[in-house]
């Protein structure tokens, strides 16, 4: 019924979110642009100084790409639930495979 359908329209959206922040240049990422990254979660980040999409793989970069590390910051410094900070995680160990095969 109303909540599969919704469960499935959430779904695509978060699968073409996630596509178009893998097909973006970078610069031209915001950090709400991120996959899981909703106006909670990029309230808490700008607070964390992490105000860019940028800024964000920058933090994954010196967490070593290691997405466990990135969820746990995530859910410890910017109170980002779990499944949203693997979800986050998740995009930007994409992104950031593409950035260092350049």
């Known amino acids: 019924g109303e909540v599969a359908e919704t469960k499935l329209s959430m779904s695509i959206t978060t699968t073409k979110k996630f596509e ?6 970078l610069r031209d990422c915001l950090l709400k642009d991120v996959p899981g990254v909703g106006e909670v979660a990029e309230t808490k980040l ?10 964000i793989i920058g933090h ?5 790409r290691d997405t466990d590390k990135m969820t746990q910051w995530l859910k410890d410094v910017c109170e980002i639930r779990e499944q949203e900070g693997k979800k986050i995680a998740e995009a930007l160990a994409e992104k950031a495979e593409k950035i260092v095969q350049m």
Do not use: V
């Open 46 to 55: 700008k607070d964390a100084n992490i105000d860019d999409a940028c800024k």
């Open 60 to 64: 994954f970069l010196l967490l070593g």
């Open 20 to 25: 178009q922040f893998q097909s973006r240049p």
